[in-house]
């Protein structure tokens, strides 16, 4: 390969099922010590081995890249709440990348760009982080309120606490009329 030649195109057996507007953005050859298989980025979300769905880019909580290593952690739903969904940090995923190419930047670009709004609280028994996240298909911003790790998901305090949090997040970010 030259200089400036790019990867090979994704081969279809390693391609998910994508759906009628979705792009391939980047994909990797990746190993997670369970078996091979492809992670594969796209404008709607982040194909993972094992997975028979795709996580969008607003429910991935966090995605660390070591030059090796790339580790999702997606979210987990604790709870419909009005108007926001509370969530704790799903179990982290991490699959090794012999031949990353630009799949570690358009996940980066892709989870920070679905980022409209964060803001990180203290709430009864622990912290909370209030988000705002722009997701595919969806008009306007969908919100989130992820719960610090040994915060109590189900106290009512909390539970009233999260609810002004949001209320008041979603007041500071409307548009003024």
Known sequence: MGLFSRKPKLPPADRPPLAADERVLAWAAAGNGEGDGVVVATNLGLWLPGR??????????????????????????????DGYTAVVDGTAETYLLLDP???PHQVRARVTRSV???DHQPVPG?????????????????????????????????LAET???????????????
């Open 52 to 81: 028979g769905h795709r996580l969008g880019w607003h429910d991935i909580l966090k995605a660390v890249w070591s030059g090796r290593e790339l580790t999702v952690t997606p979210a987990e739903t604790l709870a419909e709440r």
């Open 101 to 103: 190419g630009e799949l």
């Open 116 to 118: 409209a709004y964060t």
């Open 126 to 158: 622990g912290a909370a982080r209030v988000a705002a996240r722009r997701a595919p298909g969806v008009d306007g911003l969908t919100w989130t309120v992820r719960l610090d790790p040994g915060t109590p998901p189900d106290d009512e305090p909390l």
């Open 163 to 177: 609810d002004r949090l949001v209320a008041a997040a979603r007041a500071a970010t409307a548009a003024p009329i």
